[in-house]
């Protein structure tokens, strides 16, 4: 496929802002023009004077030229390197060139000024890698690999980008769909001897071909879960009661104040996400609105988001008061019911600062609930425990991790935590005591992530679905062949059964761009940055 576009394009290849070098690219069929006429090689130059037409000269390809660049009156903006790449041998696919000048915001926007007066237009949004795409220097996936690329914050972000680009995953679905279309020819052929009822493709081929690509396929589908973690971030939601410390929680793993703390019940009324690396994996912590029966109409909405972003969490960090023991039960038991197998479960007992205090008004584990009635214990009502954001002194007590986690009280309600998360059907992977307002414990909880980012990580070398575009279309394809083969053993007719397959292959080809449409390409594109 070449593309049709005759204009020459330009943009900044550089992230905008100060700096030593910025790049200027352009690409088109008077690329080279473009550039003779705006940057004059120096020795060239010394000979010409200000004779504009002696210093249009040929760059020679793939060679790094030093020169000035000049404006229309022959006033030198900066001195630059540029060098001059023709078709087919760069990146668009067409005559393109590279201009390398300081990084003067100035500077940059003076010299698109004299390509755009020279006969070059502004490229839109991934412009240029739509040019190689539409020239056949890569196919779709390998095109959206390049701006996952461009994103990635990790290693392993990085390298299943590197992957796609190099083609690994397109290769499989190229096989896949080559497979596919040969069967579907010679099905297709039988309808042309409808009349003489031969078989050109053996069914028991064609059953197994289905079976063999459908498992391919749902292999790919499955892995979304782990791709998506892994270029967008591993989902962990906060969740818990009302004023039960989420938003301190997500402030200490920060580092920063992102969440209005308040002893005001309530306050979180909305998701609140933010991404940190751990372990050079990213995680997106979602703090969430706290779960109480609600009235109001927006704490509701927000108690609702909560859900849902449970629902969506690869890990749940579910938050505990120790001093609200009473509540234990019913909070185990609601969650129970909305998590799923496969997302991993923290319990975190917050505020066990208040447990160790040495303080006569400090909760009892006698005062906890009993685990079948959860009923409070006489003398917890007496306790008036100081709210999450209460300033201390230096001189008040100080716990370390250590000391909490060894004391009794603690011991025995992290033990009861278990009893009632077992009755509640919850296997949590850890029960980790804390006090975030001290960042005590915080630790405990990256290093508990770090393994999560572990199990992540195990498996990397297979091939990875991170776009849910892909995995939309291959959920598609393996519902086609679903039909596809109840086709063929229910004994539906030939034309039908080819239909569902030709199904399949529309889906798989719209991954790599062997089908597509301007409103694939204008969403994919449009996501680019500008100068790529």
């Not at 049709?4 to 992230?15: F, G, K, L, S």
């Not at 002696?54 to 000049?70: C, D, I, L, Q, S």
């Not at 818990?240 to 580092?255: E, M, R």
Request: proline share 4%.
């Amino acid at each position: 496929m070449s593309i049709q576009d005759n204009t020459t394009i330009c943009a900044r290849a550089t992230a905008p802002g100060r700096g030593a070098i910025a790049i200027i690219r352009i690409s088109g069929p008077q690329s080279g023009e473009i550039l003779a006429r705006t940057v004059f090689p120096a020795a060239k130059a010394d000979a010409a004077g200000d004779d504009r037409a002696k210093a249009e000269w040929p760059y020679p390809a793939g060679k790094m030229v030093f020169g000035t660049v000049r404006d229309a009156q022959g006033t030198v903006i900066d001195e630059v390197m540029a060098v001059c790449f023709r078709a087919p041998h760069s990146y668009t696919g067409e005559d393109s060139a590279e201009i390398y000048c300081h990084g003067s915001q100035y500077i940059v926007s003076e010299i698109l000024r004299v390509l755009l007066s020279a006969g070059a237009v502004l490229a839109g949004p991934g412009e240029f890698t739509q040019r190689a795409f539409l020239n056949g220097k890569m196919d779709l996936a390998q095109a959206e690999a390049v701006a996952d690329l461009i994103a990635s914050e990790t290693r392993a972000a990085h390298d299943i980008a590197l992957k796609q680009l190099r083609g690994g995953y397109s290769d499989e679905l190229r096989s896949m769909r080559v497979e596919m279309l040969d069967i579907v020819s010679l099905m297709e052929l039988e309808l042309d001897f409808s009349e003489e009822d031969v078989e050109f493709a053996d069914r028991t081929r064609v059953l197994g071909l289905i079976d063999r690509v459908s498992e391919h396929i749902a292999r790919l589908v499955d892995s979304f879960a782990l791709g998506n973690a892994i270029r967008n971030g591993i989902p962990v939601a906060i969740v818990g009661a009302v004023n039960t410390g989420k938003s301190t929680l997500l402030n200490a793993i920060l580092g920063e104040e992102r969440a209005i703390v308040s002893d005001i019940e309530g306050t979180t009324r909305d998701t609140i996400e933010d991404t940190v690396n751990i372990g050079g994996t990213t995680f997106r912590f979602i703090d969430t609105a706290g779960i109480r029966n609600a009235t109001e109409t927006i704490e509701i909405i927000g108690i609702q988001r909560t859900w849902a972003a449970l629902g969506k969490a690869s890990v749940i960090l579910m938050m505990l008061d120790a001093t609200r023991p009473e509540y234990f039960a019913e909070t185990l038991t609601n969650l129970a019911s909305r998590v799923s197998p496969g997302q991993k479960l923290c319990i975190l007992l917050n505020k066990t600062d208040l447990l160790t205090a040495p303080s006569s008004r400090e909760p009892q584990p006698s005062a906890l609930p009993h685990p079948e009635t959860g009923s409070e214990h006489p003398g917890m009502a007496d306790a008036e425990p100081r709210p999450e954001h209460a300033s201390m002194s230096d001189s008040e007590h100080k716990p370390d991790f250590g000391t909490i986690l060894t004391h009794p009280a603690v011991s025995v309600m992290i033990g009861r935590i278990a009893e009632l998360a077992a009755q509640a059907g919850l296997s949590p992977a850890d029960i980790i005591p804390i006090c975030a307002r001290r960042r005590i414990g915080i630790a405990q909880i990256t290093d508990a992530l770090a393994s999560t980012a572990a199990d992540y990580s195990a498996d990397q070398s297979a091939t990875l679905v991170t776009s849910m575009r892909h995995y939309q279309a291959l959920k598609e394809a393996l519902e086609a062949l679903r039909r596809t083969r109840q086709g063929l053993t229910d004994g539906i007719s030939t034309e039908f059964v080819t239909q569902d397959m030709r199904e399949a292959l529309y889906h798989i080809g719209t991954i790599t761009g062997q089908v597509t449409s301007d409103e694939i390409l204008g969403n994919i594109f449009g996501k680019f940055c500008i100068g790529k």
